[in-house]
């Protein structure tokens, strides 16, 4: 059989969200510098290596490890749902940090990093031809997932604020007036020092972004909010803002995910929810199926941190750490870019956004990518982070630049680079 | 709004997929020792608790943390498909286990138990309405999976040698009269002490039901095999049998599903699948959306498990303690249960499957259900372990009986409590 029969044999015993599947479209780029070595990676999204918790975590398993009872607990089958004290810790913490109390830890869910309550919220509220919206520009991997569960994704264009209330309102009514709204399911919002743009909503914003959702929401169109707050722990400067869910206060519309990865350690690989009541067993009732609960071992090493207030110390480190790399990362674009590219600047989080003079497209294949790829340095070309539709053009002008895992050194010379490549593309 | 109004409106805002997952059908049942704790549980599936490895963890972390910079890669992100070097060292010894080398380490995958092995598979596979074959009686868990994605579940009939041939012979041939052959997708099997019989597969029967899933089999219509080797490591004596994954020489129909979680420790909550080349990028690409790679840090512990020997070490401890604990189990069952009540005798594994006599039922509800329900005892009723299928009756009077989890003296008392309630139901 010849290997394009055989590709052709293969999908059609593969199910139909299988064949919605596909590889991300970014993890070519993210395999170069394996290929080459002397690739300086600015489009990598992990965390800093070097401040990882080693120490403490090796304090943290002694803790654990000194009641043998305790240890031989956590490393028994946990539950689905996660280890009770810590989303007994977790609710009160919540609590602590603006959420209307009492906090349910019932409604508190341990996951697989804030991605898997991503995925699980979107299987359990999106059939095939549903509508997600998005923020233009958003967090790609959820547009895969989306892909994946044939859901039609939209995007709200957003300013420096936010989602742009008068984009999300006119959507909304447009959408209404095709009869589309019943199938609007989710507004998918990432609140705090947004991936790509960097930027946070403003409280303006969330209130505004509310209203108008609770508005265009009835029983029977029920639209609800899957607030991502990955990046909440990680405010270098401004003042605090809170919650999204914040404004939830009989806690049903707002699902708000957060995660142990950026703040403490990805290796983990957990991540929690907290659920609108009446979503809480559907959820649970899925991850039943996925894995019936996450590492038991993890949870109780992750709740012995907060309860020590190693987390906090290590978030604490961490928030200097990036600040003192964005500001890195911030002075390199202003001595070496030219005057015509624009960025903002991140107050926390881990991205700088970085817009081209109209016309320079950053997309592979442009010029300009191409001037990077020539002089060893990659970023995330902006056109990954747009829903793309049908007859609405989004910029291809953009890209976003992580400062959390290089290093210093290579982020300087890899910054002159794509300098370099700039300036030949404006030429 | 009344709570049935509610309800209604509540499953009206779910996807399909999530209106048909329900709770397990077992959970009120395993919930039951948290409300009184007299009860005493023979149905729990958990491990035993007393030997979990928590001084030989300790050991693997100060293995581990010695190096300061292969920690820190263990707490940063992994990869989707799992630590590297783990996936060599498990290549390597299924090799060593008898399966065709040399075995591309890229077709192993690494997951949040066998669990999300068996959820990918089955998502990346099935679609509503398609058919997934399993023995008569088979997991419990996997089949709320299998109600989940839609599937139809259809039961094969076993024996103590495993799937009965001419039932699988006779089970596709009806299917294929009635046009529905091109709907079946996966026989799901367990090999290996068996949940819930404790028998295993002859080489004999694994050969005939390749041959015959083989020869039902075309490249438009093809049934893959999805083999569940949980308790492989389990066995207490008899002689070795190879995987049947080991017929599947090209690579192409058998998916093997392993645990850490039986021989080792379930809070690492990892397993692994070994996957024809054709499906390792689906089922990748699947879990990208779910979690993008399970623990690293739970992984890089495993690899030093498996690779100073520590785990097989574990593991032949743990045949020695469970097999004084089914023989502890068999003893008191010979001694105090009524002749009519017959039983197997595991090889291995974590199971005794009990048939009562013809007419006595286990179910929830039966008199034998009620009379064990006031002595403070529970099991596993049967019927939760059979596909229900329309038309078909299948055998009420089973249970499942676990040595795993209870320790010896209430194990005892359970067991004398179980044979009142026997020869209550009896009269």
């Avoid at 892909?147 to 264009?157: F, L, N």
């Avoid at 939830?248 to 907290?274: C, H, I, Q, W």
């Avoid at 604490?316 to 674009?333: E, F, P, S, T």
């Avoid at 056109?383 to 290093?407: S, T, V």
Wanted: hydrophobic fraction near 40%.
């Amino acid at each position: 059989m010849s290997s394009v029969a055989q590709a052709a044999t293969s999908l059609s015993r593969l199910s139909a969200r299988a064949r919605r599947t596909s590889e991300p479209q970014i993890s070519w780029l993210l395999k170069k510098p394996l290929e080459n070595p002397n690739m300086i990676s600015l489009a990598a999204g992990l965390v800093d290596q070097q401040s990882l918790p080693a120490q403490a975590i090796q304090k943290l398993v002694a803790m654990l490890f000194s009641n043998e009872d305790a240890a031989k607990r956590a490393l028994q089958y946990g539950t689905t749902e996660g280890e009770a004290t810590l989303r007994h810790t977790l609710a009160h913490r919540l609590e602590d940090q603006g959420l209307p109390a009492p906090i349910d830890p019932e409604n508190i869910v341990i996951t697989n990093g804030s991605q898997q309550l991503l995925f699980l919220a979107t299987d359990v509220l999106v059939d095939p031809g549903d509508i997600v919206l998005v923020e233009d520009p958003t967090y790609f991997v959820y547009m895969g997932t989306l892909d994946s569960v044939g859901a039609r994704t939209i995007g709200i264009p957003t300013d420096d604020e936010g989602i742009i209330p008068d984009a999300l309102e006119e959507t909304l009514r447009s959408l209404e007036a095709s009869g589309e709204l019943p199938r609007v399911k989710i507004l998918y919002v990432m609140t705090y020092f947004q991936n790509p743009k960097g930027s946070s909503h403003t409280w303006k914003r969330r209130e505004q972004i509310y209203e108008i959702v609770e508005r265009f929401s009835s029983d029977e169109h029920y639209i609800y909010i899957l607030e991502d707050a990955a990046y909440y722990e990680l405010k270098f400067e401004g003042e605090d803002v809170p919650f999204l869910k914040t404004l939830d206060s009989a806690n049903e519309r707002v699902l708000l995910a957060m995660t142990f990865s950026k703040a403490f350690a990805p290796g983990f690989r957990l991540g929690y929810g907290y659920l609108p009541s009446e979503l809480t067993p559907h959820i649970l009732n899925q991850k039943g199926n996925h894995d019936f609960g996450s590492g038991n071992l993890a949870q109780n090493l992750i709740c012995h941190a907060l309860q020590t207030g190693i987390f906090d110390e290590h978030a604490a480190m961490l928030r200097q750490r990036y600040r003192a790399k964005r500001d890195l990362m911030l002075d390199v674009i202003r001595r070496h870019f030219p005057p015509e590219v624009k960025y903002l600047e991140p107050k926390g989080g881990l991205y700088v956004w970085v817009t081209m003079p109209e016309g320079i497209s950053t997309s592979p294949g442009s010029r300009f990518f191409e001037e990077a790829l020539a002089r060893e340095v990659l970023y995330v070309p902006g056109c990954y982070c747009y829903a793309q539709e049908e007859g609405r053009r989004k910029p291809d002008n953009q890209m976003r630049l992580c400062y959390a895992y290089i290093q210093e050194d290579p982020m300087v010379e890899g910054l002159k680079r794509l300098a370099d490549a700039c300036a030949a593309a404006l030429t």
